[in-house]
């Protein structure tokens, strides 16, 4: 695992006198210019870039690793096939069945949490009630309003969607923290009508889904739960599956292929945002707990090998603990999330 990590300091003068304490003295090793200082890394200065340039450094918000706007290839190279365009229609009969014959869920919600030791039990009830007490403080701090104006009244009316689609990632490991936080919201919210999807769901993951207040759990991910959620599935007998709705709004985290299936749905529904990979940047000073930093950095870290956590500090002690708290911790954790930690 990289901690990203660089110095701060008042080069220009600009900020002089917004700190009442002075600023900190400046390092023996730091050269005269006007730049930041990258600890363990090079200093990269700029060159002049022409329109031309710039425009081939643009990365895909879905997928950074992808140039929108990539070099002419050899003629010999294959072009990478785009991602088949989402259209409204029913999903294919492989999307029903593989969701409502999975051994772990079906139609018939809810779920049992029994499979749970008691400590996974209790942490599940207790994260459910301190997300469900702040989301329905939130919903109550949006009201409905009615004024008279001349000729006649003026206002907005809050109310809920009938359907809130809610995406979990599988990925190296469960994630029923993003079950919790987005399905006990839209329970807050006030919608009638709840889904979510997941791929090959973990027993916490369904335990979370039945703690939340779930209707139903398609174990499905990628782009084609998005298009599950968006457009519907139908009512299938023979599976002996019940109706899911078109959502009317989509939200939750999920990798490059998740991201771009909802940009594509987006206007025929609503999504929250388009997420990128997982990251933090942790600001910290001399009066810093390093065991506390090299944890936040961690938690982002063990996401997924392309997570970035970055630190940024105005003390060189700080950094070098934090990364020596960040190797004892990370060596602490199980598999998978250590090779994960380590790789991003």
Known sequence: MRVYCQYLFDCSGVARGVFNDPPPP???HRNNTNQLLLHKFKIHHANPRTSADISLEIKDPVDPTHSPNPKPSSPNSAPTPPLTTMTPSPPPPAIPKHSYQSP??????????????????????????????????QRKSVVDVSIEIPGGRAGHTVSPCRAAGCYAPGGRYPLPSSVLMTVVTARAA?????????????????????VAGADIVLCVGGAQA??????????????????????DVIVGPGN???????????????????????EVLVIADHTADVEIVAADLIAQAEHDVVARAILVSTDVDVIAKVNAEVERQVDCLPEPNRSTAKEA
Request: hydrophobic fraction near 45%; charge should be positive.
């Open 26 to 28: 400046l390092p023996t």
């Open 104 to 137: 772990n869920a079906s139609a018939t919600f809810p779920l049992k949490t029994t499979r749970l030791v008691p400590k996974e039990k209790q942490t599940l009830l207790n994260i459910h009630q301190r997300v469900k007490v702040f989301a329905e403080a």
């Open 190 to 210: 006030g919608c009638p009508y709840v889904v979510l999807a997941s791929p090959r769901p973990a027993p916490i993951t369904l335990a979370a889904a039945h």
């Open 226 to 247: 998005i298009g599950c959620m968006a457009y519907g599935i139908e009512a299938c007998d023979e599976l002996g599956a019940a109706e899911v709705p078109a959502c």
């Open 256 to 278: 490059k292929w998740v991201t771009a299936a909802k940009s594509l749905v987006n206007g025929y529904c609503g999504i929250d945002m388009l997420a990128g990979p997982s």
